[in-house]
């Protein structure tokens, strides 16, 4: 199949991590992938320094010009952002190619405009049950869902002691989070919860790994609440991942949250896991696999924190199951495969009456060919 990745994020969050994963993946199956993306955005580099063929374009015009131009050349258009699936959508009876959007965000969906564009995609796959449950608000019955997947984590020893020098850590034991400073992480309510905490302990320090709009904000309630020597900040890193073996307790404090794919990464390198219960992380946590509280109670995940950071005997029970789960359910070879096959129902779909109105058709007409669409 020769596939499109759609994705016009500018930034690198999760979102990006799993386009690129995925077009990895589509690739190493013997397919051919290339992306549309924003120029200058940080997953067009990438892509192209992994070997990928990168369109990149300024802006909405150049987005739409290259789809009616190009975007028949394409098997499947895979979009992964709103904004790409709305341009998609609109040129589609330029471009005539199957789009499939994955949803990763859980939010309400409203407008006359989200309804239209979102029952003009062939298929819509959530990563999550609350995702898929915010799609069939619209009134869309087959909403897929396939989780997002992360590679195992390979802790690297030698960056994680260097990272705690610079860092002050000492011999303190270290909570952290990996996410964006923005609103839908919350991270008002986490300084909160981590100043909850220092009242009961002083034997930890917090890590926030990342960076957002709300970074000053954030930096004014930790300096309001005396914690500078608490909670540090770290900012963005790459390869985050490769940090987990320095973690005693990976903190999610979303109030919305899609599924939690850097909990995927805490279940690999089997870091225990206090979180909010927000939207798809209800469903990554269930089982005890890790310690929820509501969204916004910072109360209830302070607690929670400091009943991991005590060790219980069962703790290790936790993080094997959780890391059994990881390694059953979110594979990234599994991810791939459950995309491929459904793209490919949709590509027979879509030539089966042509084939059966063929097969009861008298002779073709001479000069005149059959069309077929390219296959992998």
């Not at 030698?158 to 609103?183: C, N, P, Y």
């Not at 917090?206 to 004014?220: D, I, N, T």
């Not at 390694?327 to 879509?350: K, P, S």
Request: glycine share 8%.
């Amino acid at each position: 199949m020769n596939i499109l990745q759609l994705n016009f994020e500018a930034g690198w969050r999760g979102g990006e991590r799993q386009t690129m994963l995925s077009m990895l993946q589509f690739r190493e199956e013997g397919h051919t992938v290339h992306l549309l993306c924003r120029a200058g955005s940080q997953i067009g580099e990438r892509a192209r320094a992994a070997g990928f063929v990168v369109h990149e374009r300024k802006g909405s015009g150049g987005v739409i010009g290259f789809l009616a131009l190009s975007g028949k050349r394409y098997d499947i258009l895979h979009v992964q952002t709103g904004h790409m699936l709305t341009w998609a959508v609109l040129t589609k009876l330029l471009h005539r190619t199957l789009v499939v959007y994955s949803r990763r965000v859980a939010f309400r969906l409203k407008g006359a405009l989200t309804r239209f564009k979102y029952r003009k995609t062939d298929l819509v796959v959530a990563i999550s049950e609350a995702c898929a449950n915010s799609v069939q608000a619209l009134g869309i019955q087959h909403v897929p869902i396939i989780a997002d997947a992360v590679l195992p984590v390979s802790p690297n020893a030698t960056r994680s002691q260097m990272l705690a020098g610079q860092l002050g850590i000492g011999q303190r034991k270290v909570v952290a989070t990996t996410s964006a400073l923005a609103a839908d992480k919350d991270p008002l309510m986490l300084v909160d919860a981590i100043a909850a905490l220092k009242k009961r302990r002083n034997d930890f320090v917090f890590v926030h790994f990342g960076a957002g709009a709300l970074e000053p904000e954030v930096r004014a309630r930790v300096a309001a609440l005396q914690l500078q020597d608490t909670f540090l900040f770290a900012g963005y890193q790459q390869n985050v991942e490769a940090l987990f073996g320095l973690f005693d307790v990976f903190v999610m404090s979303s109030r919305e949250e899609g599924l939690g794919s850097s909990v995927l990464d805490a279940f690999s390198a089997r870091v225990p896991v206090a979180s909010t219960s927000a939207g798809g992380l209800k469903e990554l946590l269930a089982d005890d696999r890790g310690l929820m509280s509501a969204p916004g109670d910072a109360g209830g995940l302070a607690r929670n924190i400091g009943q991991l950071l005590d060790a219980p005997d069962w703790l290790g029970a936790m993080t094997s199951k959780a890391a059994e789960y990881f390694e059953r359910t979110h594979r990234l070879d599994t991810m791939a495969d459950a995309y491929l096959v459904m793209f490919e129902q949709l590509l027979n779909e879509r030539r089966r009456p042509r084939t059966a109105a063929i097969a009861t058709a008298p002779a073709a007409t001479p000069g005149i060919a059959v069309e077929s669409h390219n296959q992998a």
